[in-house]
């Protein structure tokens, strides 16, 4: 279990994380609560889209972080994720849930209704796809905004997740992503140390993520196509964006963190699917072995598998002119090797929650806090990963960014009869990604 850590070591975020963040600028905040709220604790009205596991845990950490925070409303296109939400919600804080009957929104529009409802932030935990479109119209009604990773499933998307951030910079309006290691106090203190020299100049960093397999939902004979993909989102790169961008992009952005957040060049590689092949599993990849060329013989490598019955693990490994850094998740290792040994000593604490605090204390203290650059190109690191790896070229970042494929449909197109044609299965050297 996480350790109960300090609230004021928690707001040394903007000094620590090393992300090169959007709108630092102290401006005053369009909503009453950049001063008197501070002070009076007014409550914060929170809206949450996307009633899924991982939206019900985010919400549940927001209300923790903050203790006059009130949930008013919920959207999902299902109405029972959202009313099982709901009651593990109620469960868990009854005292902080506030939401009636007709502010529970359900369909495709759902989350508009959010938006038009009177919150002051939002918690955007819908599949991936539809990311960047809610976090588009949420700035633009004035929201701050928890957008769990990753935060679009194409380069168009990330596009319009780069556009939206400045505008929420322009706006004053805090945005918080959900890479949640940039939260951890023990990688927090391991990656300063690192762009602090410890180890000297980075020069190559591998991460390695195996696993095995996940959740599955029979399809019912009352489904439709749509319902059924919606239901099983994961597996299907539309949706999800294959699982190297739904779930790898975290080690995707602790490489990027070592190499303090510079871009890099080209990326190569390849990926497969060799034992989940089953046509329930949709169109995504069970591996990926992607090479990241950062100019300079500098190199950043990720190796990945959804498989069963392999070894595990999850950590990343970072080569300095000076010595070694490594991350080892399951093992809790954050160390230094070399000239300079160390290992982390400190407290631990839940970044899941961590992350909500600072976002909030951004709302009350009126200093915004924008990470929608970072996690827009985090999120493109994973994009550039699955595109070389759908087609097994050598694909520059360049290409990547300016790439116009679209893998869903347009969000005015959804509907429960909608029948989205979903690719075969990428194949290297066959397969057209640019």
Same mark, same amino acid.
């Given at each position: 279990? %996480?350790?109960?850590a300090d609230?004021?070591?928690?707001?040394?975020?903007?000094?620590?994380?090393?992300?090169?963040?959007?709108?630092?600028?102290?401006?005053?905040?369009?909503?009453?609560?950049?001063?008197?709220?501070?002070?009076? +604790?007014?409550?914060?009205?929170?809206?949450?889209?996307?009633?899924?596991? +991982?939206?019900?845990?985010?919400?549940?950490?927001?209300l923790?972080?903050d203790?006059?925070?009130?949930?008013?409303?919920?959207?999902? !296109?299902?109405?029972?994720?959202?009313?099982?939400?709901?009651?593990?919600?109620?469960?868990?804080?009854?005292?902080?849930?506030?939401?009636?009957?007709?502010?529970?929104? @359900?369909?495709?529009?759902?989350?508009?209704?959010?938006?038009?409802?009177? !919150?002051?932030?939002?918690?955007?935990?819908?599949?991936?796809? %539809?990311?960047?479109?809610?976090?588009?119209?949420?700035?633009?009604?004035?929201?701050?905004?928890?957008?769990?990773?990753?935060?679009?499933?194409?380069?168009?998307?990330?596009?319009?997740?780069?556009?939206?951030?400045?505008?929420?910079?322009?706006? =004053?309006?805090?945005?918080?992503?959900?890479?949640?290691f940039?939260?951890?106090?023990?990688?927090?203190? /391991?990656?300063?140390?690192?762009?602090?020299?410890?180890?000297?100049? !980075?020069?190559?960093?591998?991460?390695?993520?195996?696993?095995?397999?996940?959740?599955?939902?029979?399809?019912?004979?009352?489904?439709?196509?749509?319902?059924?993909?919606?239901?099983?989102?994961?597996?299907?790169?539309?949706?999800?964006?294959?699982?190297?961008?739904?779930?790898?992009?975290?080690?995707?952005?602790?490489?990027?963190?070592?190499?303090?957040?510079?871009?890099?060049?080209?990326?190569?590689?390849?990926?497969?699917?060799?034992?989940?092949t089953?046509?329930n %599993?949709?169109n995504?990849?069970?591996?990926?072995?992607?090479?990241?060329?950062?100019?300079?013989? /500098?190199?950043?490598?990720?190796?990945?598998?959804?498989?069963?019955?392999?070894?595990?693990?999850?950590? !990343?490994?970072?080569?300095?002119t000076?010595?070694?850094?490594?991350?080892?998740?399951?093992?809790?290792?954050?160390?230094?090797?070399?000239? =300079?040994?160390?290992?982390?000593?400190?407290?631990? =604490?839940?970044?899941?929650?961590?992350?909500?605090?600072?976002?909030?204390a951004?709302?009350?203290?009126?200093?915004?806090?924008?990470?929608?650059?970072?996690?827009? =190109?985090?999120?493109?690191?994973?994009?550039?990963?699955r595109?070389?790896?759908?087609?097994?070229?050598?694909?520059?970042?360049?290409?990547?960014?300016?790439s116009?494929?679209?893998?869903?449909?347009?969000m005015?197109?959804?509907?429960w009869?909608?029948?989205?044609?979903?690719?075969?299965v990428?194949?290297?050297?066959?397969?057209?990604? @640019?």
């Open positions: 279990m %996480f350790e109960k609230k004021n070591e928690r707001r040394t975020f903007l000094k620590t994380t090393g992300a090169a963040l959007v709108g630092s600028t102290v401006l005053p905040m369009p909503f009453a609560i950049a001063s008197g709220m501070a002070s009076r +604790r007014e409550p914060l009205k929170v809206g949450l889209i996307g009633c899924g596991g +991982r939206g019900t845990g985010a919400a549940a950490q927001a923790k972080a203790k006059d925070a009130v949930l008013t409303c919920m959207a999902d !296109v299902f109405e029972d994720y959202l009313e099982e939400s709901y009651q593990s919600l109620m469960k868990v804080n009854p005292t902080q849930v506030k939401v009636d009957k007709a502010h529970k929104f @359900v369909g495709f529009d759902a989350y508009r209704k959010v938006l038009d409802s009177g !919150v002051d932030v939002v918690i955007l935990t819908t599949p991936p796809a %539809f990311r960047p479109s809610h976090f588009k119209e949420a700035v633009d009604a004035g929201k701050h905004v928890f957008c769990e990773k990753p935060v679009a499933v194409d380069a168009p998307g990330v596009r319009l997740v780069l556009e939206t951030a400045k505008k929420a910079k322009e706006k =004053n309006l805090s945005v918080v992503s959900g890479f949640t940039r939260y951890d106090f023990a990688k927090r203190e /391991l990656f300063e140390r690192i762009q602090s020299g410890a180890i000297g100049e !980075v020069t190559n960093v591998f991460t390695a993520r195996n696993g095995g397999g996940l959740w599955y939902k029979p399809r019912q004979a009352n489904w439709t196509e749509m319902e059924y993909q919606m239901r099983n989102w994961y597996y299907y790169d539309w949706l999800s964006g294959d699982y190297i961008v739904e779930m790898m992009v975290h080690s995707l952005d602790m490489m990027s963190w070592a190499f303090g957040d510079r871009l890099p060049l080209s990326a190569t590689g390849t990926g497969g699917r060799q034992s989940r089953e046509e %599993f949709g995504i990849y069970d591996h990926f072995a992607i090479e990241y060329d950062y100019g300079n013989h /500098l190199k950043g490598v990720h190796f990945s598998r959804q498989q069963k019955g392999c070894s595990n693990t999850n950590k !990343v490994d970072i080569s300095g000076d010595g070694f850094a490594a991350v080892d998740i399951g093992k809790r290792i954050h160390a230094t090797y070399g000239r =300079n040994k160390w290992d982390y000593q400190g407290e631990y =604490n839940n970044p899941y929650e961590t992350q909500h605090e600072d976002l909030f951004a709302i009350r203290s009126g200093k915004p806090l924008n990470e929608g650059e970072l996690m827009a =190109n985090s999120t493109m690191l994973a994009v550039l990963g595109m070389v790896g759908y087609s097994g070229q050598t694909i520059t970042w360049e290409e990547a960014m300016n116009n494929q679209v893998l869903g449909p347009d005015q197109a959804y509907a009869d909608l029948k989205w044609p979903v690719p075969p990428a194949i290297p050297g066959v397969t057209k990604v @640019v």
